[in-house]
């Protein structure tokens, strides 16, 4: 059982930057994939950034171009690079893990993954 801890969110004002880690504990995979989601008040589980152990990323278009995730394999920890954040990013974050990668391209969705961070608190302010 791999379980998952995130930290680095916090209130920023629109146009600055903030970096969520997400560490992993427990159990090791040779292969898996790691996500990044978030969820504003009133709206649905959002993915947005997805990286897998052969270093393949994706990202949703809403995060494209402002956003970097990226996994140190040594830490067992996941990034997420914010640049340029804007008060639409305000939302809390969760990151995701799911064993193994996928050989075809599949939607950022939350049904893909079984284990779940607590989440952490993003706020941007304009």
């Known amino acids: 059982e791999v379980q998952l801890v995130e930290s680095g969110g916090g209130s920023v004002q629109a146009g600055g930057s903030l970096r969520l880690s997400c560490a992993a504990s427990?159990?090791?995979?040779?292969?898996?994939?790691m996500a990044w989601f978030r969820q504003a008040p009133g709206k649905e589980r959002e993915g947005i950034a997805r990286?897998?152990?052969?270093?393949?990323?994706t990202y949703s278009e809403s995060v494209k171009g402002r956003f970097t995730i990226s996994i140190d394999n040594a830490k067992a920890t996941l990034y997420l690079q914010m640049n340029s954040l804007k008060p639409e990013d305000t939302a809390m974050y969760y990151c995701?893990?799911?064993?193994?990668?996928?050989?075809?391209?599949?939607?950022?969705?939350?049904?893909?993954?079984?284990?779940w961070g607590q989440g952490t608190q993003v706020t941007v302010s304009s």
């Open positions: 995701a893990l799911e064993p193994g990668i996928w050989v075809v391209d599949v939607p950022l969705s939350s049904a893909l993954y079984n284990t």
């Open positions: 427990g159990s090791s995979y040779s292969a898996y994939t």
């Open positions: 990286i897998d152990t052969n270093g393949r990323t």
